[in-house]
């Protein structure tokens, strides 16, 4: 993997950590994936009108479908988030979803994209899986009495982010769309589809704006800009090598959670960040 794409990956790591941090806090929310998509729009639109004008883009039906896939993709992966924040901790959903998704991108981009990674990166892809899955508590989450209310949202949400990272993969190396473009369509349609379930709840969306707007308006900017990053990594380099990469996330997962949260033992999780951070190295060189 390139320098710069590695670079890229590890700043949106920091960006991604921080707004999960921040849907964590909102998680009794009811409608807060809405109020941060329509921030989305409302923030980014400069930004995409510029892209727009200089580029030009062109949309026919595959691009077309490439956006509007993206978009159901995205909203599946947020309702489920929010939900396993809501039953379930951030130091058991986010490494979950986190480490569930990147094993299957692995294998998703070599079966789509036609990629072919090395020994190297497919041994650094395992490394990355197995430090989150010990972040997430290691053989302890299988025993019986296991705070487990989290697990299932959290693979479901891996899951997700296994197929957008594939679909959205394929969207900019082989469509070549844009990775401004395609991240505020999917932000732009999933504030709409959510919009009449929103609308339905009138009675709660003020009191939720006036408790929520802060985090809302984080995630409004770091969620973007994080996953944008992501996108520009995978023109530079492999899917199959930016997909794990990214999981160096999980280095300031653990310590949000440690520390901010108050979830505790920082040893188990500085010692699977350490083996995340070898699973980078391994997929960088490979």
Same mark, same amino acid.
């Given at each position: ?41 409302? =923030? ?73 990674? *090395? ?17 997430? *508590? ?53 504030? =709409? ?94």
């Amino acid at each position: 993997m390139p320098l710069f794409a590695l670079a890229l990956v590890v700043i949106a790591a920091f960006t991604h950590a921080s707004w999960n941090l921040l849907a964590k806090r909102a998680a009794d929310s009811r409608h807060f994936v809405w109020l941060y998509s329509i921030g989305t729009v409302a =923030l980014w639109l400069p930004v995409i009108a510029v892209v727009c004008w200089l580029q030009r883009p062109v949309l026919g039906w595959p691009e077309a479908v490439a956006l509007i896939g993206s978009a159901i993709l995205h909203t599946a992966y947020s309702m489920a988030l929010q939900r396993g924040y809501k039953v379930g901790d951030l130091s058991v959903v986010y490494p979950m979803a986190r480490g569930t998704g990147p094993l299957v991108s692995f294998f998703g981009a070599m079966l789509v994209l036609g990629e072919r990674p *090395g020994w190297l990166a497919a041994g650094g892809a395992l490394l990355v899986v197995l430090g989150v899955f010990l972040l997430a *508590g290691g053989p302890r989450l299988f025993k019986p009495g296991a705070d487990r209310k989290g697990l299932g949202w959290g693979i479901a949400t891996g899951a997700c982010i296994a197929c957008y990272t594939v679909w959205d993969g394929r969207a900019v190396k082989v469509l070549l769309l844009s990775p401004f473009l395609i991240d505020y369509a999917g932000n732009l349609l999933r504030a =709409l589809l959510l919009t009449p379930r929103a609308l339905a709840d009138r009675a709660a969306l003020l009191p939720e704006w006036r408790r929520y707007w802060r985090p809302a308006l984080g995630v409004s900017v770091l969620g973007p800009l994080g996953y944008t990053l992501v996108l520009f990594a995978m023109q530079m380099a492999p899917v199959s090598h930016v997909a794990p990469a990214r999981e160096l996330s999980m280095m300031i997962g653990a310590w949000y959670g440690a520390r901010l949260l108050d979830e505790g033992d920082l040893q188990r999780r500085l010692l699977a960040a350490a083996i995340i951070v070898v699973g980078v190295l391994a997929l960088a060189l490979g």
